[in-house]
């Protein structure tokens, strides 16, 4: 304990010590960050404003908007202050606060995603119930649940974490708070707790993912029973953005995950943080509204409103 109490503060890893190079990487993430933040806030009020789109899928997908605001803007600002200040500085608190928020979004936007694919399974499988199972409560309900599944994971994992004494070192391979690296820099033996919730969390995850691929199983087999062309199209169209929002945050958090922490290098890690930190919340709202006639139609009657509100 008192190793933990003497650690005031943590070294984040930098892309570089090049100040020109440093610069370079602070306008690359303002690049990123601000496509990241408006294209969720982009949905978030095409779909507030239209209320054609006051349906259970888009619900979510706004549940998922904010959750990709959450997680953008627990990492990325605080890497853009360093570069800019020429630091690698955070605080113990503040390191804490890093871990805790984003592990409470990305639990949250995995869990909502699971309830996306029930969702979706229900609208195409069992069309008929679909507006009594998917009724504005039991919506509000899934929600609130994964939100409160996300809060309370995040809670014990990053409780678990911080309870550890850091002695070895206060220098993070990484460019934010990372649980992996900092279980790097614990002095104790005593990784039977961290060992039991990791494979908690993988047991979690599976069966999330057990359920998604069971779920689009049926999905796919009720689409191919569809006579019609038009049919098969219009239902695939409808879950093709989320099947693939969920394939590009499997592979970007498996591949960061589960690779062997202690054999790999410094630069591999930092990428692997940039890839499933930045790229699911920069890409999933160009994903939903490329692949959905709806979202579409909903960004173009926005922008037509907002012009015409200038005007």
Sequence with gaps: ?????????????????????????????????????????????????????????YFFLVNLSILDLGSISVTIPKSMANSLMNTRLISYPGCVTQVFLFLLFVATDFALLTIMAYDRYVAICQPLHYESIMNRRACVQMAASAWITGIVY????????????????????QFFCEIPQLLKLTCSDSYLSEVVLLAFSVFLCLNCFVFIIVSYVQIFKTVLRIPSEQGRHKAFSTCLPHL????????????????PISSSASGLDLMMGVLYSLVPPVMNPIIYSMRNKETKAALKKLFVWRFFTIN
């Design 244 to 259: 693939t929002v969920v394939s590009l945050f499997l592979c970007t958090s498996f591949f960061a995950y589960l690779k």
């Design 154 to 173: 995040s809670a014990l994992h990053t409780g678990n974490t911080f309870r550890l004494p850091f002695c070895h070192s206060n220098v993070i391979n």
């Design 1 to 57: 304990m008192s190793n933990r109490t003497t650690l005031t503060e943590f070294l984040l890893l930098g892309f570089c010590d090049v100040r020109e190079l440093q610069i370079l990487h602070f306008v690359m993430f303002v690049v990123f960050y601000l496509a990241g933040l408006m294209g969720n806030l982009l949905i978030i009020a095409a779909v507030g404003l239209n209320h054609h789109l006051h349906t259970p899928m």
